[in-house]
């Protein structure tokens, strides 16, 4: 028996879910986790609705899902300080009119390497690289990239 697609899907062109299809597991927990995180931040719905809506319509396995929820609620738990960071690491764009995409992205890869401690910086900046690519403007990939360097940069000098 054929396995349907959630009906969202049904009239997708093919070489969208095969592109789909091809992203890594974790990358793809990424995108539901920054797609969730926009829309908690751009419309204010409630977290737990917007995982699960977003847990129906994008097909993870367990150990995928459980990445996602944990960045979702690790990034609003600590958003506070994530955004200071932020801040202090990109002072000519306060974080309020940051782009809604671009400040998802650089809140997710802070707490995967900053807080978390769950990443390496290097795999957490490329990821973050890898998004700003998929959703962001042209200059997301540039902008994330020297943010999360400067970072990094000085977390790895003070170790």
């Known amino acids: 028996m054929a396995r349907r697609r959630p009906p969202d899907r049904a009239n997708e062109p093919e070489g ?11 990358r793809r927990a990424r995108m539901v986790a920054l797609q969730a995180l926009y829309e908690i931040d751009a ?8 995982l699960s809506a977003r ?3 994008e097909s993870l396995s367990t150990e995928a899902r459980a990445f996602a929820q944990e960045l979702v609620t690790g990034v609003l738990a600590h958003q506070t300080e994530i955004d200071r960071l932020i801040q202090r690491y990109a002072p000519a764009w306060p974080v309020a009119q ?10 997710i890869a802070i707490y995967e390497f900053v807080i978390a401690r769950r990443t390496s910086p290097a795999v957490a ?35």
């Open 16 to 26: 969208t879910r095969q592109a789909r299809e091809g992203i890594p597991l974790m």
């Open 43 to 50: 419309a204010g719905h409630p977290p737990g609705e917007v």
């Open 55 to 57: 847990f129906q319509m």
């Open 98 to 107: 940051m782009a809604l995409i671009d400040r998802n992205i650089l809140r």
């Open 125 to 159: 900046i490329n990821e973050a690289v890898e998004l700003g690519k998929l959703f962001g403007s042209d200059s997301t990939p540039r902008f994330v990239n020297g943010v999360l360097g400067s970072i990094a940069e000085e977390i790895a000098g003070e170790t």
